[in-house]
């Protein structure tokens, strides 16, 4: 961008010393759709460096809550792991009991 800065200043001074009226008049004109033009892609270059940061920021946002979803997914699957132990025990629990019944029950 410091080029078009650069060409402002040229037909600034260009303007300042030309004799000719039509040739200044034009020259200004060229000057100020220049500086329109660097206005624009200074204005674009901000809007897109918001957007860039938004983006990174959701990024970094959504990462976290992958990571705790993860976590919370592998807690689950320890719970899992957990019940489908302790129902292992219930039903080898269960069948001691039934043994045992029908151990006791011809005693009775």
Same mark, same amino acid.
């Given at each position: 961008?410091?080029?078009?800065?650069?060409?402002?200043?040229?037909?600034?001074?260009?303007?300042?010393?030309?004799?000719?009226?039509?040739?200044?008049?034009?020259?200004?004109?060229?000057?100020?759709?220049?500086?329109?033009?660097?206005?624009?892609?200074?204005?674009?270059?901000?809007?897109?460096?918001?957007?860039?940061? !938004? @983006?990174?920021?959701?990024? +970094?946002? *959504?990462? =976290? &809550?992958? /990571? !705790? @979803?993860?976590?919370?997914? +592998?807690? *689950?699957? =320890? &719970?899992? /792991?957990? @019940?489908?132990?302790?129902?292992?025990?219930?039903?080898?629990?269960? /069948?001691?009991?039934?043994?045992?019944?029908?151990?006791?029950?011809?005693?009775?």
């Amino acid at each position: 961008m410091g080029d078009i800065k650069d060409i402002i200043d040229l037909m600034v001074g260009l303007a300042n010393k030309s004799k000719d009226r039509q040739t200044t008049s034009e020259m200004l004109e060229i000057q100020s759709v220049i500086s329109k033009f660097y206005i624009e892609q200074t204005s674009l270059h901000s809007s897109l460096l918001e957007k860039q940061l !938004a @983006l990174l920021t959701e990024n +970094a946002s *959504l990462k =976290d &809550r992958i /990571a !705790a @979803l993860q976590k919370r997914e +592998a807690d *689950l699957q =320890d &719970r899992v /792991a957990e @019940l489908e132990a302790q129902c292992g025990h219930e039903e080898e629990l269960q /069948a001691q009991i039934k043994k045992f019944r029908d151990f006791i029950g011809p005693i009775r």
